[in-house]
């Protein structure tokens, strides 16, 4: 069972910076393409950013694109996501996912790994 725990939530004014982290342990098998998705209460679970497991390829959604960049660190399957520039909508408990399907890198359905998640809240 692969294991991930993600780190580095909590409150910021608008237009702040915040670096989530997320780690993977127990049976992991070789480098996992990796992603973060965030939920927002009342709503579903969307696609934040991805990651190619040799970390060239490099994944995003429009509404974070330009503002959030996530990268790989030198342990494997270790993932950051930093978040520039951050505004209320940004507001939602951050989630990070490993061990991708075959569904796409943008479908939550498509990963067989989650973390409990990260709070991450966004003042105006």
């Known amino acids: 069972q692969v294991i991930l725990e993600e780190s580095g939530g909590g409150l910021v004014q608008a237009g702040h910076s915040l670096t989530l982290s997320c780690a993977a342990s127990g049976r992991t098998r070789g480098n996992y393409f990796m992603a973060w998705f965030r939920q927002a209460p009342g709503q579903e679970r969307e696609f934040v950013a991805a990651?190619?497991?040799?970390?060239?390829?490099?994944y995003y959604a429009d509404s974070v694109k330009g503002r959030f960049t996530i990268s790989r660190g030198d342990v494997k399957n270790t993932v950051y996501l930093q978040m520039n520039n951050l505004e209320p909508g940004d507001t939602a408990v951050y989630y990070c996912?490993?061990?991708?399907?075959?569904?796409?890198?943008?479908?939550?359905?498509?990963?067989?790994?989650w973390g409990q998640g990260t709070q991450v809240t966004v003042a105006s």
């Open positions: 990651i190619s497991r040799s970390g060239v390829n490099e």
């Open positions: 996912a490993a061990d991708m399907g075959s569904s796409g890198h943008s479908n939550p359905q498509s990963y067989r790994a």
